[in-house]
Every structure is written in structure tokens, then in C-alpha cells.
């Protein structure tokens, strides 16, 4: 296995890669300037030119949701774990229909530019209050998710040089988070929609093309597919069947059941997700754009099953692991098998880019809620003029780009996984009751949103602090340490009724609203006050 690690990691392939990355950056940051707001306008900078078609939006959205984990840490999970893995994958599918179906036309229609905006229509008496507890929120969820793609583009740059230095490790968190400052400060919209279009074109193909050279290598069968991987797994059936990550324990069954929970409901609820169907300028339009996202990450995540098991079966599950034993490597030593160098550093450039969008879309979206719901509707009371939100916007966006570059320095070490999980908790835990709320139910209160928001970030947070991730394994990050007394990873199974829980409560302790509040919001939430 050490020829094999050798060989795709050699000067050649990281040089190549690099050559592959800057050529898109470029591209990309010129392309960003082209389309980036030429005024100070509120509406240019933070949804962008309005009226783009849903395939361009649909795309859009695929390249705000998916990130380098689907790439590389979905396929490892596959290549690793087998079936568990594809039970993973679904899950990520599965969100979507939860944001189709339920969160996106209410929420397009009686938005405007934040989650914000439509809290202060639905709760009006104590919309400065709510949008502060929002705006904490939403810095929590994007700085986690930030930093954890911060962090994975050391793990990926260590999969050319091995363990990076101190020097190392800074260079690289603070060249993308550079680019990923650019990208939001000055494009806005416009120019994260930009690169997000590239983004989910280059990935949909990039696992599209690599995954069709594995099915050619199996001839086109997909039995022969399995069977191979069952077979260099060192498993055997144990490899197709349920219960190799998340079986066993009845403690594993729930860990998993609480991940998945946390992804299903905590990607409507991401604020990246939500600004980007604030964007559609009809509802016709957004129907088309979620359509279209939930086929293209459909496609990838299918492709993604198909590109770990491939892996195991062309590489070799123990290689894998020997690797790396997340199996993030999986996808590279499989492209060195299917072609060579070349292979690796196109699939290794599109990791980077991948990192890049995704940042990019985050930090977009935290600077935006600072600004608009923060300055402008806290601290300013409404009386700021577009230019100066725009500024603080701009600003903002450099704030949270420097305090994730430094957290994800300090971070080194940390499961990316366990960052972007915990990201979703706090989203479907503290956000997503807010907005069901919201929409949905007469009674709530602003009371019962700040209970909601605040309640479901703290719990989200202590549970993990309490849990094995952070103490009492070896894998945690105080393996020596044991205040474990949580005893699952994912605390999403118990955050997230906290959140609804929490809501109703602070809500059935409150004075009734005005019913014609609520009357006058779901009509526009139904129908639309306007098709903007």
C-alpha cells in the first residue's frame, strides 16, 4: 500500500493539481468581477440578478448544498462501511423533499432578502429581539460548516504531503479563505451564483465521468460490481448488509438514526439553503430550480455510491483504510487506478473548487444576516441606507472569513464530519423550529422563537460537548478526558424535539398574538403578496 500512497501523492500530481486550481480560480475570480453588483443596492448584493431560469438556479443550489465531504468523505463512508454508507447517501436525497415539499414556496413568498424579513412580518412586536437570536444562529451554523471546510482542505492537502507543518497548514487556510473572502465580499450574489453554476457543472461531471469508467471497468455490470467489492472488503456478505458502521449496539442504531435525522431536517434550515430560495423571482420559477437541484444531487449522490463501492473493489478496503481509516482518500486511489496522475489531480482540483463554492456560499449568507438583520434592523432600527448595509455587508464578510480562517487553524485535528454535523444539528434544532413555526401555527410567539433559537443552539452544543466526540475514546478530542454522559455522537435525536418543545412552550406562555397578524401572513406565505 505504499506504493500506492506514494503514487498519488508524487510531485507531479500535486503540481498538476495545482495547475488545475489556480487555472479555475482565476477564471472563476475574473468572471466574479465581470458580475459582481455595480451598485450599492441590498437586493443586487444579496439575491442577484432575479431572473435566472430554474436550471441555472437548480444548479445553483447544487453547488450551494453539496460540498467536498459528498466527493470525498461520502464515497469513503461507502468504500469503508458498504451499505451503511449508501443508507448514508440517501439521507442527503431525502433532505430535499423535505425543503420541496414544505419550507421553500411559504418561505420564498413571504420572504425578502433573510429568514429575518419573515420573522419580522410574522412576529412584529418583537422582531429586533428575534432577528438578534437569529443572527447568532446563523454565525454559529455558518461558522461551523465554514470552519469544516477550512479544515478539510488541510486533510485534503495532506493526502499529497502527508501530516502538513504548522507553516503548512496556515498557507492553505489562509490562501482559500482569501479567495473565499474575494468571492463573497465583492461578487455578492451574482458572483457566488457564478461560481456555484461552475462548481456543480465541474462535479457533475467530474463524478458523472469517473463513475461511467468504473461501471465500463465492471463491463457494465452492476452485480459483478457488488460482488467484487464484498469480495476485497475482507468481509464478505457482511459488506452489502446493514449494521458495519451504525449496527450492533442499540446505542450505534440510534447515533445513526439522530445523524440522519439532523441532515434530513437540518438542510431546509441551513442559511445558505434558505438565501438561495429567497432568490427565485416567482414561485414557478423556484418549483423548477428545487426540482432540478433535488435530480442533480440525486445523480451525484448515486454516482458517489458507485465511486466507493468501486473503490473497494478496484483498490481494496484495508489499502483504503491503511490510507486513511475514514476512507477520504478512497476517491483519489481510485482515480490513480482508473487513470493515473491525470485522473487524481482533476478529481483533487475539484475537491478544492468544491471547498471554495460551499465557503464561499456560507460566509455569503452570515454576512448577510449580520448586515441586514443585525446592523440594519437591530442596531441601526431601519434607518441605515442601502450603501452603508452594503458596507457592513462587505466588511462582515472579511470579519467571518478571518475568524474561520483562525478557528480552523485551531481546529486542526478535528473531524470535518464532526463540524458539519453538529452545523446541521444546530440548524434543524434552533432555525428549522422557527420556521415551521412560523409558518404553520397561529399560536407562535416571539417569546417562543427566542426560546426556540436560543434553547435549540445550547442544547445542540452542550449534548456535544458531553458526548463521545469531544471526551472518553480514543477518537475524541480529549481522548484522556472522560465527561462523556451523553452517550451518542449526534445529538439530534434529543435537540431537535428540545427546539419544538421549547418553541410551544415559550409560545403558550406568551399573550395571543393578534389573530390578523397571522391571517394577513399566511396569505402571503400561500399566495404571494407579489411575484417580485
Known amino acids: 500500500m505504499v506504493d500506492h500512497a506514494a503514487s498519488v501523492t508524487d510531485r507531479a500530481t500535486l503540481q498538476l493539481t495545482l495547475v488545475l486550481f489556480i487555472t479555475v480560480v482565476v477564471v472563476t475570480l475574473f468572471t466574479v468581477l465581470l458580475t459582481a453588483p455595480q451598485r450599492d443596492e441590498i437586493s443586487e448584493f444579496y439575491l442577484g440578478d432575479r431572473d435566472m431560469s430554474p436550471l441555472r438556479n437548480g444548479l445553483a443550489m447544487c453547488g450551494d448544498y453539496l460540498s467536498a465531504a459528498t466527493l470525498l468523505g461520502s464515497t469513503g463512508i461507502v468504500a469503508v462501511t458498504g451499505y451503511d454508507g449508501l443508507l448514508y447517501l440517501g439521507g442527503t436525497v431525502v433532505a430535499w423533499m423535505m425543503a420541496l415539499l414544505m419550507i421553500a414556496e411559504p418561505l420564498r413568498n413571504s420572504g425578502k432578502f433573510t429568514l429575518g424579513d419573515t420573522l419580522a412580518l410574522r412576529l412584529p412586536q418583537g422582531q429586533r429581539s428575534v432577528r438578534l437570536a437569529l443572527a447568532l444562529c446563523t454565525l454559529a451554523v455558518c461558522l461551523l460548516y465554514l470552519v469544516a471546510q477550512l479544515v478539510g482542505s488541510i486533510a485534503l492537502l495532506a493526502q499529497f ?213 443585525l446592523y440594519g434592523a437591530v442596531i441601526r432600527k431601519g434607518r441605515a441606507t442601502e450603501t452603508q448595509e452594503v458596507a457592513v455587508a462587505r466588511l462582515s464578510a472579511a470579519a467571518i472569513g478571518v475568524m474561520g480562517m483562525l478557528l480552523a487553524l485551531l481546529s486542526w485535528g478535528t473531524s470535518t464530519a464532526t463540524l458539519a454535523f453538529l452545523a446541521f444539528a444546530i440548524a434543524a434544532s434552533a432555525i428549522l423550529p422557527t420556521i415551521v413555526y412560523s409558518l404553520f401555527w397561529r399560536g407562535f410567539t416571539a417569546r417562543g422563537a427566542l426560546l426556540s433559537l436560543y434553547g435549540g443552539l445550547a442544547c445542540s452544543v452542550l449534548l456535544v460537548v458531553l458526548s463521545p466526540t469531544v471526551s472518553s475514546t480514543p477518537t475524541s478530542l480529549y481522548p484522556n478526558a472522560d465527561f462523556a454522559w451523553f452517550p451518542l455522537q449526534n445529538p439530534g435525536i434529543v435537540s431537535i424535539p428540545a427546539g419544538f418543545l421549547l418553541g410551544w412552550i415559550g409560545s403558550a406562555l406568551s399573550a395571543r398574538q393578534e389573530p390578523r397578524v397571522f391571517e394577513e401572513f399566511e396569505v402571503r406565505a400561500l399566495v404571494g403578496a407579489d411575484e417580485r
Not at 456543480?200 to 460490481?225: E, K, P, Y
Not at 449522490?301 to 478496503?317: E, H, Q
Not at 456560499?361 to 452570515?366: I, N
Open 161 to 373: 504531503i502527508g501530516a502538513p507543518s504548522g507553516t503548512a497548514r496556515a498557507m492553505c487556510v489562509v490562501v482559500i479563505g482569501t479567495i473565499v473572502v474575494v468571492y463573497a465580499a465583492i461578487g455578492g450574489m451574482p458572483g457566488a451564483t457564478v461560481i456555484q453554476v461552475v462548481k456543480a457543472v465541474m462535479l457533475v461531471a467530474g463524478v458523472g465521468i469517473t463513475a461511467v469508467m468504473v461501471l465500463h471497468h465492471f463491463s457494465w455490470n452492476i452485480d459483478r460490481l457488488l460482488s467484487t467489492a464484498a469480495a476485497n472488503s475482507d468481509l464478505g456478505d457482511r459488506y452489502l448488509g446493514p449494521g458495519l458502521r451504525y449496527g450492533g449496539s442499540t446505542t450505534n442504531k440510534l447515533d445513526f438514526f439522530s445523524l440522519q435525522l439532523a441532515i434530513v431536517l437540518g438542510l431546509a434550515a441551513l442559511p445558505h439553503i434558505m438565501m438561495r430560495l429567497l432568490a427565485p423571482r416567482t414561485t414557478r420559477v423556484l418549483r423548477g430550480s428545487v426540482v432540478w437541484a433535488v435530480g442533480l444531487i440525486g445523480f451525484v449522490c448515486l454516482m458517489a455510491g458507485v465511486l466507493g463501492l468501486g473503490a473497494t473493489a478496484i483498490v481494496g478496503r484495508e489499502q483504503i483504510a491503511d490510507v486513511d481509516p475514514r476512507g477520504d482518500a478512497a476517491v483519489l486511489l481510485l482515480g490513480y487506478e482508473l487513470g493515473g496522475g491525470v485522473l487524481v489531480a482533476l478529481l483533487s482540483s475539484l475537491a478544492f473548487i468544491t471547498l471554495l463554492g460551499v465557503a464561499g456560499g456560507l460566509t455569503l449568507a452570515a454576512a448577510s444576516s449580520i448586515a441586514h438583520d
